[in-house]
């Protein structure tokens, strides 16, 4: 029923751009307030960037100034904008509602998420 797909990583040089994208289906990104989180090997889940249901955005201190997280409520997908790309970003990235992280709840729906490898 709800679908959670995650694009665009890649291998990219410090300094460069990534721009990740999140397919939604069966849920509304308008109606949760939607994360992006990152885990990289030996760390925990992290939340890096949410946009809530009236469009807010919010950003942890490690990646603020550098990424963007916006939405296209009429494709129902969810989009992180990276530049500045540091090694500190590798991670594989997933998009996810906030609450139902906070909660625990809904696990079977975590997807796949996408790698992003910063590295010379």
């Known amino acids: 029923q709800v679908q959670l797909v995650e694009s665009g990583g890649g291998l990219v040089q410090p300094g460069g751009s990534l721009r990740l994208s999140c397919a939604v289906s069966?849920?509304?990104?308008?109606?949760?307030?939607m994360g992006w989180y990152r885990q990289a090997p030996g760390k925990e889940r992290e939340l890096v960037a949410d946009?809530?249901?009236?469009?807010?955005?919010n950003y942890g201190d490690s990646v603020k100034g550098r990424f963007t997280v916006s939405r296209d409520n009429a494709k129902n997908t969810l989009y992180l904008q990276m530049n500045s790309l540091k090694p500190e970003d590798t991670a594989v990235y997933y998009c996810?509602?906030?609450?139902?992280?906070?909660?625990?709840?809904?696990?079977?729906?975590w997807g796949q998420g996408t790698q992003v490898t910063v590295s010379p």
């Open positions: 996810f509602p906030t609450v139902w992280a906070r909660v625990g709840s809904a696990q079977e729906y």
């Open positions: 069966g849920i509304t990104v308008t109606a949760h307030t």
């Open positions: 946009i809530t249901g009236s469009g807010n955005t």
